[in-house]
DNA sequence: AAAATAATAGTAATAGTTACTGTTATTTTA
DNA sequence: TAAAATAACAGTAACTATTACTATTATTTT
């Protein structure tokens, strides 16, 4: 990964990313770089989104919701969609690999792993209904 | 679910989609229609499988390739997605909503559902690395 | 058969993202 | 450390998947 100089917005980028557990789009990451760099461009965010994906430094969580959202912990780890405010939370629980075992018995190809993502609501909009 | 008509496109279109394991996309579908319908409208498509979703006939499989794919099949069952050729395919295995339980085990949300998706390399794309 | 209305084809618009271009910042080299 | 090389930038245009709009057509109701 050589021919890569560095930039005061990647780091800016990078920083924002590994100072929240929000799970922000690119729109997002935009909006709060905004305040340091006024003039960034929206296209420096997804390049340098993307190139810290490339290097291992962030992941992309597609929870389904038409957007990609952006995750500075790369460790193994399980997320959870508020289907009522969109909310991308992160669930502390075992690692479930052995559902790679199951699936892979009765199929022919060869399984590497599996991403998956629940589905319901989150506490603060739970507290919300019941008031 | 009143107001809605009869009409030969969406006939059509809920026909080749009950006929394929596929999991095509809008696109597919449309290419796949215009072979009784050629000047079936994309709109119209799109328009129809959400409706065959809305109305239990369908539901849509969002596997992270930035399309849609849909799936006649409603069913609970899982997809394994071919990080060579991206093509979808069902897996025969048991239910593992136990996983829901161990998510929510240590989290103050509700949690009503998850989707998990396998991927890896499918039968037909391992067979033409081997050669 | 006529009136009502849902669905259509065709087109325009939208959202999220990527590509292009001339300029600027960073790095390398001498 | 100045000049040359080049990666990254801002700004804009383009692209892809999808939805919305509109006048016309098909289906259903009366």
Known sequence: MANVKFSRQREAIREYLASTKSHPTA??????????????????????LNLLVEQGDAIKVSCGDGMEHFDSDTSEHYHFICKNCGDVIDLDMECINHINTIAGSAFDGKIDGSITYFYGICPSCLAETKE
């Open 27 to 48: 729109d997002m990451v935009y909006n709060q770089i905004q305040s340091i760099y006024p003039n960034i461009s929206l296209g420096t965010v997804y390049r340098n």
